[in-house]
């Protein structure tokens, strides 16, 4: 008896001595952090916080949005897309147009395609005064066919094209495009390299990417001017750790503030704590999903810290994925069933305390009709019924052939609320008498492996990008489902195939008059009303938490970052 006495007596004092100790040990942590933070900036600069800096600084080395939010600082794509989806020029003069005449379609072996004339900004120049002319955009076009010869499907937006030549003077140049294309314009990950420094390790690495990467300047000698054109150049790159940007005089633009810092903080929790310490400025809106903006919007106004919470609806559709591969989710009464079962409303209500916008269909159009998929537990019952699927005896769910309806839910486990919203559906689709099941995956996992290659069994809940005024060809046609024999390239992830729906998509995306890719755009909709591949539940929201001294930050509805107008953010 003494002996567990003394055991439990000890063991507390031991427990209580560790908790001490870790209490300081974390304590002594986050003062070494802000220690650092003044050590490598002063107050006058502006400083952001983000949880990953890009392990390189070459542009064709970034393939994701954190990435491509640094990246934007200091290089400038050709041309980026703005908060409504309309293409916008940031390093061109204007985009071509048949009105403009610098849009033509030709015949070429009996082949119509579509011709355009493009033109360099007077202005534009690199940090180190050269200017930007076509040579930077034709060795950047041998880089990128460089990189597709590879396998790679991250510039897909440059399959379409099949040449690109200097046109009249050494700022204009002529992209030929394989057919008559709508998306001729999209180039937002156009990113132009210098020439006149990278060509030379190009060609001494014999033309091998891996090489060539590894010798880039952007590599070798990130404080190099020349690599950057856009408003901020490089002073200081600490791997994993930070960025230093200062004011690119050659920019074309000047820009209101002198100095960026952009440290990398280990998460959100660390971000949160940066902010309330007044150590960072602004939390980007890749960081914080709305569920944790939210949450800090209310610790902040508890602790009377001061912020702009800033958030926009954007066009990044989030949905319920059916897939189609199994004979039970195949049956087009069965989803019908499911999607009456939803109820939009009451998920954005209770998950996102009514914050966002509901998504009633996959893309925006003029037509009018109305939702046939809408909240009905009756019209879902009645269905359900008809399909044979019935209560039995004292059960809850629905049974065939002695056997349940029940359905797998797959999502991430991450903190985009999409936890709270499947116990919600899946409580939905308990009332009309439908067995669901939540698993949850890695985040990494999951978005790089489980989705593209389509592993889910039943429903996978996840979002992609639905701009007005562009139909979702690579979503939707048969050719676009990811297989083995693709390398699961394709994002018609629940492998919908309809061949009426192909024929449209191959229509739309030659068709350049704007009301007959609207009519075109109806008969999509229509299709898809009739057969419910998926499900739309609700837009994603963007946000980000910002200083009170900070003033023109600009979030987007498309996925162009918010640094593509950093040049205009202040810093008072």
Known sequence: MLLKCLHHRYLGS???????????ATTLWLLALNAAAQEEHSSKILKVGVTQIPRSLHPYEINDYKGKFVLNFYQRPLIYTDEEGATRCSLCIKIPSFENKQLD????????HLVANWRIRKDARWADKRPVTVKDVLFTWEIINAIRAEGSNTLDQFSAIESIV???????????YYQITSDFDQLDDFFLLPAHIEQPIWEASKKNLSNYFKNSLYKKDPLNKGLYNGPFIVTRFKYEKSLQLKQNLQFHQSSKTASIFIWQLGGTPELKWAYRNRSIAIIPEHELSLPETVAMQKDLKKKN???????????????IMFNLRNPLLANRLLRVAIAHAINRKEI????????????NQPFETTNTTNDPISYSPGKSQQILERLGWRLQGKSIYRMKEQKKLSITIDIPDDNSGRAEMARELANQLKQVGIEAIIKTHPVKRYFSKF???????????????????????SIFHSAEIPTYQNDYTGQNIGAWRDSNIDKLLSKFSKELDGKKRS?????????????????????????????????????????????INSENWVYK
């Open 305 to 319: 810290i001061s912020a702009n919470i800033n958030m926009v609806d954007t066009h990044r559709m989030n949905q």
């Open 348 to 359: 954005i209500n209770s998950v996102f305390h009514g914050s966002v916008k509901a998504a």
């Open 166 to 176: 200097e046109h009249g003077n050494p700022r204009e140049f002529q992209i030929s």
């Open 451 to 473: 989705i593209p290659r389509a592993e889910f069994t039943d429903l996978a809940i996840f979002s992609w990008p639905a701009t007005p005024t562009r139909l979702p060809y």
């Open 519 to 563: 009519n075109l755009a109806d008969q999509v909709l229509n299709i898809w009303h009739k057969q419910v591949p998926f499900i739309p539940l609700y837009y994603g929201v963007k946000s980000s938490v910002a200083s009170k001294d900070v003033a023109g930050l600009k979030l987007y509805k498309s996925d162009t970052p918010s640094s």
């Open 105 to 112: 379609r030709r015949k070429k072996k009996r082949r119509h």
């Open 14 to 24: 031991f427990m209580r001595n560790f908790f001490v100790l870790g209490l300081l």
